[in-house]
C-alpha cells in the first residue's frame, strides 16, 4: 500500500493572501488532503502541491473579481476556485454548484466548518438550474471542460453584462481562438487572457474572460429564461 504524500506547511504567501483567514486555508488544505484524497474529490499526487497548485493558483483569482458582486462557481468539485475566493473575499455572495453529492456534501461541511456564511453549495447541474438561480454577475471555473463547452453551461446564469471567468492552462489561447463562433452564440461581446498572481504564484494563473451583453447565453436561452421566470412567478401564487 502507497504511503499518503504528506501536505507541506503553507508557504509564506499564503500568510499574505489569506490574511486573517490564513488559519481557515490551512484547515481546508488539510481537509483537502485527508478527506478530499480519501473521498477521491483530488488525488494523491496532488497533495504535495497543494498551496502553490490549487489554493494559491485559485487564490489569486480575486485580483480581476469585481467588488461586492455575486459568483456562481461552475462544477465546483472540492471547492476549486470557490472557496479560496470565499476565503479571500467576504465581500462577495458565492454559490457552488456541483452535480455530485459525494462533492456537494463535502463542500457543505467544509462551508460550515470554516463559517463561510457568504457561501451557499446547490446540487445540479448548470443547465437544470438556469430560472432557478438567481442570475450572477461573475461565473467561475477551473477545469471543468473546454471552453465552448463551460461558456455554454456558465454563460447563461450570467445576468446582462456579466462576465465568465475561468482559470485555465496553456491551452487557454487555443481555446478561446477555437470557441470564437461559440461564444458568440452565445452573446459574448469581449473576450480576454488575463494573468494574475504575481509574487504569489509561479507561473502565474491565467484566466480566460468573457464579458456578455444584455443577452447571455444567447437568442435561444433568453427564451428559456423567460419561460422559467413565468413559471416561477406561476409557483409562488399558488
Request: neutral net charge; hydrophobic residues 45%.
Amino acid at each position: 500500500m502507497t504511503e499518503a504524500a504528506e501536505l507541506p506547511p503553507a508557504p509564506e504567501q499564503a500568510r499574505a493572501v489569506f490574511g486573517d483567514r490564513f488559519d481557515d486555508a490551512v484547515r481546508y488544505a488539510e481537509l483537502l488532503a485527508e478527506a478530499g484524497v480519501q473521498r477521491g474529490l483530488i488525488g494523491p499526487r496532488e497533495v504535495p502541491r497543494l498551496w502553490e497548485r490549487h489554493l494559491l493558483n485559485c487564490a489569486v483569482l480575486s485580483e480581476v473579481v469585481p467588488e461586492g458582486v455575486t459568483v456562481c462557481d461552475v462544477g465546483s468539485g472540492a471547492g476549486l476556485p470557490g472557496i479560496p475566493l470565499a476565503l479571500v473575499r467576504e465581500d462577495l455572495k458565492i454559490t457552488l454548484l456541483e452535480p455530485l453529492l459525494r462533492r456537494t456534501t463535502f463542500l457543505t461541511e467544509v462551508v460550515e466548518l470554516l463559517g463561510l456564511d457568504h457561501v451557499t453549495v446547490v446540487r445540479g447541474r448548470a443547465e437544470e438550474v438556469m430560472g432557478k438561480l438567481t442570475p450572477v454577475h461573475v461565473v467561475t471555473a477551473r477545469a471543468v471542460a473546454p471552453l465552448d463547452r463551460l461558456a455554454a453551461w456558465g454563460v447563461p446564469l450570467l445576468r446582462p453584462y456579466g462576465e465568465m471567468l475561468a482559470l485555465k492552462g496553456d491551452t487557454a489561447e487555443e481555446e478561446l481562438k477555437a470557441a470564437g463562433t461559440a461564444l458568440s452564440k452565445l452573446g459574448a461581446v469581449e473576450t480576454s487572457i488575463l494573468h494574475v498572481g504575481e509574487g504569489v504564484v509561479d507561473p502565474l494563473s491565467t484566466v480566460v474572460r468573457v464579458e456578455v451583453g444584455e443577452s447571455p447565453g444567447g437568442v435561444r436561452f433568453a427564451a428559456k429564461r423567460a419561460k422559467a421566470a413565468r413559471t416561477g412567478r406561476t409557483r409562488r401564487r399558488r
